[in-house]
T-cell receptor, first 113, second 113 residues
Framework: DAKTTQPDSMESTEGETVHLPCSHA???????IYWYRQVPLQGPEYVTH???QNTTNSMAFLAIASDRKSSTLILTHVSLRDAAVYHC??????????????FGQGTSLSVVP | GGIITQTPKFLIGQEGQKLTLKCQQN?????MYWYRQDSGKGLRLIYY???????QKGDLSEGYDASREKKSSFSLTVTSAQKNEMAVFLC????????????FGPGTRLTVL
């Protein structure tokens, strides 16, 4: 029951801006969009999240389409340290007291000098 | 800051064996999670614990037991390891169920011979 779709891999060059796309065509109105990143031999690390409005923090800019069926994580001035798997995730209601993260397959971003 | 520790880092078992994975967190978080990550797939929720002495089944609980011994620790038991099984088991914690961020440990890598 995958709810997000991402490209398997993308490549960027140091210093560039990279746009990581995610499709979530069946998203419900109260489901938040989350992004985590994961480097080899480590667990995922929180990047950002949003519901309807675009959001920005020190790590990334999250652009959410007006119909919420897709989103794009934008990384500016990427460095070699930004090479990771980027997971696009929906936070969905599992019970009256609990919401769970539903992960997609993730996009493996490689950065070349 | 805090840290999540998972032991062991690598676990090799035999078919049919009962195997236990351990997780400790020093964030003083209420909620803890166990996920399974297979190559090429997203993370899937096995068990979670909303607070000490609570256990809840996730999407992939069949074949597993869990134990929340105290607030800081959460164990996962593979009740009967399956031959040729390979996966990474990730432990995570969050302040509570409404917290937007989960903190992940580095994982336990399981191989079953």
């Amino acid at each position: 029951d995958a709810k997000t779709t991402q490209p398997d891999s993308m490549e960027s060059t140091e210093g560039e801006t990279v746009h990581l796309p995610c499709s979530h065509a069946t998203i419900s109105g109260n489901e938040y969009i989350y992004w985590y990143r994961q480097v080899p031999l480590q667990g995922p690390e929180y990047v950002t999240h949003g519901l309807q409005q675009n959001t920005t923090n020190s790590m990334a800019f999250l652009a959410i389409a007006s119909d919420r069926k897709s989103s794009t994580l934008i990384l500016t001035h990427v460095s070699l340290r930004d090479a990771a798997v980027y997971h696009c995730i929906l936070r969905v209601r599992a019970s009256s007291s609990f919401s769970k993260l539903v992960f997609g397959q993730g996009t493996s971003l490689s950065v070349v000098p | 800051g805090g840290i999540i520790t998972q032991t062991p880092k690598f676990l090799i078992g035999q078919e049919g064996q009962k195997l236990t994975l351990k997780c400790q967190q020093n964030f003083n978080h209420d909620t803890m999670y166990w996920y399974r990550q297979d190559s090429g797939k997203g993370l899937r929720l096995i068990y979670y614990s909303i607070t000490e002495n609570d256990l809840q089944k996730g999407d992939l609980s069949e074949g597993y037991d869990a134990s929340r011994e105290k607030k800081s620790s959460f164990s996962l038991t593979v009740t009967s390891a399956q031959k040729n099984e390979m996966a990474v088991f990730l432990c995570a914690s969050s302040r509570d169920t409404s917290s937007y961020e989960q903190y992940f440990g580095p994982g336990t890598r399981l191989t079953v011979l």
